[in-house]
């Protein structure tokens, strides 16, 4: 089994106790067979990493409720509950735990390894979260959320793409092609921050006409966001800037 040293280059976590991250990854299967049990040197005996993966599905819930939350003030209650349910779900968490190569430092009994355990997406995903509560355990919250938001960031930009994509930008389109026979034109202006909390500002343009800016985590976000401003000016409840 590979060293869990590559594991925290991985994660991008240094483990101040690395046993924390050893009990993440620590399958039920494993410690139903005596003969794996000896394969451990650690003088702490192990557990199942089922209370991390417990704690971890809490912070995994808080942070990206307060994420979707905080970046999508227009969002209604059950659209908040569709994205954060889209990120959340098994399959999701599985698909990052694969890009994070979880499924290779898993213990699991042998039984379990022998019948693809290391590729079974709910292995993946409570091992994931399992990860996240020994983050949290280690490193604190500030860590642990940001750890997250981190591991998550693709995801979702993926959860919101359908749903950033819908009615402001086709009802502005709708409006330019009828009043101006034109298609509206993004432009990004500016984008700051770290790869993983990124702001972009964009511009959106009827020809050379500047019509709205917006600006969000994701270049969709900030396109809808640059469409509801457009529609305002259009709409006459706000002035060209």
Known sequence: MPQLDSLQNTLGVAFEDVTQLRQSLVHRSFLNESEALSETSDDHPLSSNERLEFLGDALLGHVVAERLFCEFPDFSEGDLTKVRSALVRTETLARVARSLNLGDYLFLGKGEAESGGRRRQRNLACALEAVI????????????????????????????????????????QEVVQAEQRLTPVYRTDDATGPDHDRIFVVDVFAGETFLGRGSGRSKRAAEREAAVAALKTLEGESDLV
């Open 133 to 172: 509560g020994a983050v949290l355990v280690d490193q604190g919250f500030n860590v642990a959320r940001e750890f997250v938001l981190r591991i998550l960031a693709k995801e979702l930009e993926r959860a919101t793409e359908e749903k950033l994509e819908k009615d402001p930008k086709s009802r502005l």
